[in-house]
């Protein structure tokens, strides 16, 4: 054992001795030239080494550098700038003063993809025939080392024309085999407009075809989403995908693509060619989505809160979706062409559960066809087709909606209007106006559909009662049925509603229940949140007392007026001039049948004077 710990302290000793004579023998500078001279060779770009280069042998051989800059041919700027570099090299290669680098080590380095660090055509180029085709590009994948680590740096992207994106705190591990099969483990963050994207992901990319073909596969990729306007969790999810990139026709696609976000999820396959008006393809699947969730309007709040603090909570969100920039046409959508199908088996939007949605629509440089937008809700369904219109500069919208037995309560809710009646609503119209967002509803919004209730509830008003207690304190001949419900309720109601900017307009509603016929029209005003609506009611049941005023009550319509503010709604109802005129309808009536049956009496003449 002596022996053997002996021998190795000798082999130790031999290569520390050995690796200390490379060193002292060996100058890295040596070198300068020879790796400038490979770069340029093998892909045209221009290295830069700034300071000596110096050996660091713990824990592995090593070449440092101090700041370095990587330039493209005719570039204004170069593509790399870092502050450190270190050169991973093997050993056996430096015994005959040759350089073999396992990995490149940047820390500290500024990337830059913008138009000024693309290589750019010398002014002095020739020029060839106009007639002749352009040479053909230098193919293949260029980066030939097998392992190279980003620390600490930053990536610069911006498009020509476009706006400057920052990408922080980059830390990337690529390595790559023989085959051009290479792996990425990348993470960094993203700052712009009060909002941070933090990133991570990690997959394969096979490059043996580049830039021909150029393929990948995102094992795990995560995502945290945080800042203004999102919900105060932010939104985080995670991904897998299948990607492909083929240079000749522009075309890709993403293949087996399943992402989460929060409590939502998507698969599905998005795919299209990239051109002067790209087009794409999207067909999606979702076994859940939670737009409150996605949109921070919590559902329980919602529930819980006045349709006035909502309004203060959540003015702004969506009917179907609002652009950020309310000048639709800059929507990127007006220079593209899409398809898309979804499926998703369970939404939430705005508190309201729906199952079974579709949505088939596309899209033609910002002239946007909705085929079908359909879906279910507890008994009920929907559907709801139509056209956005982005090509102007405010957005152009018409659907035809169609409803049956939806529940009226949480729709009333989600449209910011004040929850005061319920049932299963049924409904067939046509709407047009400018915006999609709820304010642009209340305003900017004309159309009309025709209406049906079923077990219809109006909250807080109890008719019936209202009627009888106007006629007690009016008359004592006759009394109510005692009642301490405060609502009304409507077996079947029926009507037609007009919208005209602000202005809802109820038209010709018709409703019964076992206690009353009611008639009614009005207005109600969404922006002042003001209402002026008569119903000309008939209690057919509860009366007790005079069967002639009983009978006279029954068949009267009595006109109650609701008017005010939703917050403080006032009434009007003229129990006392109905009685009044019924007292001198009867007593008219009285008076003819004495003239009639007393024809020569002296004094008709005088009660027919007195009559007229």
């Not at 204004?76 to 050993?91: F, S, T």
């Not at 750019?120 to 085709?133: F, I």
């Not at 009016?474 to 009394?479: G, I, L, M, T």
Request: with cysteine; net charge negative.
């Amino acid at each position: 054992m002596r022996r053997l710990i002996t021998a190795l302290a000798i082999l130790l000793v031999v290569i520390v001795a050995g690796m200390s004579a490379l060193v002292l023998l060996v100058n890295p500078n040596d070198f300068r030239a020879y790796m400038v001279q490979q770069v340029e060779q093998r892909s045209g770009y221009h290295l830069a080494l700034d300071g000596n280069l110096r050996w660091h042998v713990w824990p592995q051989l090593s070449i440092l550098a101090g700041r370095m800059s990587l330039t493209a041919p005719g570039a204004q700027q170069p593509l790399i700038n870092a502050e450190n570099m270190r050169l991973d090299v093997d050993l056996l290669p430096l015994l005959s003063h040759q350089l073999s680098v396992r990995q490149v080590m940047l820390k500290n380095a500024v990337i830059r993809m913008t138009p000024e660090s693309e290589a750019q055509r010398p002014l002095d180029a020739p020029v060839g025939p106009s007639d002749s085709s352009p040479p053909e590009p230098v193919s293949g994948w260029k980066f030939d080392i097998g392992n190279l680590q980003v620390a600490d740096s930053l990536l610069i992207w911006q498009q020509a024309g476009g706006e400057q994106i920052n990408f922080r705190d980059i830390n990337l591990e690529l390595s790559q085999s023989d085959r051009k099969l290479a792996h990425v483990d990348l993470t960094t963050r993203v700052s712009r407009d009060q909002r941070e994207l933090q990133l991570a992901l990690n997959g394969d990319m096979n490059v043996a075809q580049y830039p021909q073909q150029l393929s990948g596969n995102i094992t795990r990729m995560s995502w945290q989403l945080k800042g203004a306007d999102l919900p105060p969790q932010g939104l985080q999810g995670e991904g897998t995908l299948l990607a492909e990139w083929l240079n000749e026709s522009q075309q890709f696609a993403l293949k087996n693509l399943a992402l989460t976000v929060n409590d939502s999820q998507l698969q599905g396959t998005i795919s299209g060619k990239l051109s002067d008006i790209p087009a794409i393809n999207i067909d999606l699947h979702s076994a859940k989505i939670d737009v409150d969730a996605l949109t921070g309007n919590d559902s329980a709040e919602q529930g819980n809160k006045s349709a006035a603090s909502q309004a203060q909570l959540s003015g702004r969100a969506p009917v179907i979706a609002e652009p950020a920039d309310r000048n639709s046409a800059n929507s990127p959508l007006n220079t593209s062409t899409a398809q898309l199908k979804l499926q998703v088996d369970a939404l939430r939007w705005r508190g309201m559960d729906f199952n079974q949605v579709t949505l088939n629509g596309s899209n033609d440089r910002g002239l946007i066809n909705i085929a079908d937008l359909s879906g279910k809700s507890a008994s009920g369904d929907f559907s709801l087709p139509g056209t956005i219109n982005l090509r102007s500069v405010q957005t152009k919208v018409a659907f035809q909606p169609v409803i049956h037995n939806i529940e009226l309560a949480p729709l009333l809710t989600a449209f910011e209007l004040p929850e005061t009646v319920s049932g299963k609503l049924s409904l067939d119209g046509s709407l047009r106006g400018s915006g999609l967002s709820v304010e642009d509803f209340k305003h900017n919004w004309r159309g009309s559909a025709e209406l049906s209730m079923e077990n219809a509830r109006l909250a807080g008003l109890n008719f019936q009662q209202m009627v009888q207690r106007a006629v007690e304190r009016s008359s004592d001949q006759v009394r109510g049925s005692e009642s301490d419900a405060n609502y009304t309720e409507v077996q079947q109601l029926k009507g037609s509603v007009q919208l005209d900017n602000g202005s809802m307009a109820l038209v010709n509603l018709q409703g019964r229940s076992a206690l009353l016929d009611l008639a009614g029209k009005g207005v109600i005003d969404l922006d002042n949140k003001q209402c002026d609506i008569t119903f000309d009611i008939k209690v057919i049941s509860g009366w007790q007392g005079d069967n002639a005023l009983v009978q006279t009550l029954t068949n009267t319509a009595v006109p109650l007026r609701l008017y005010g503010s939703w917050d403080g709604l006032q009434y009007s109802l003229p129990v006392d001039q109905l009685l009044r005129k019924r007292i001198q309808d009867e007593a008219k009536s009285r008076i003819n049948d004495w003239i009639q049956r007393n024809p020569d009496n002296k004094n008709t003449n005088d009660v027919k004077k007195l009559m007229q």
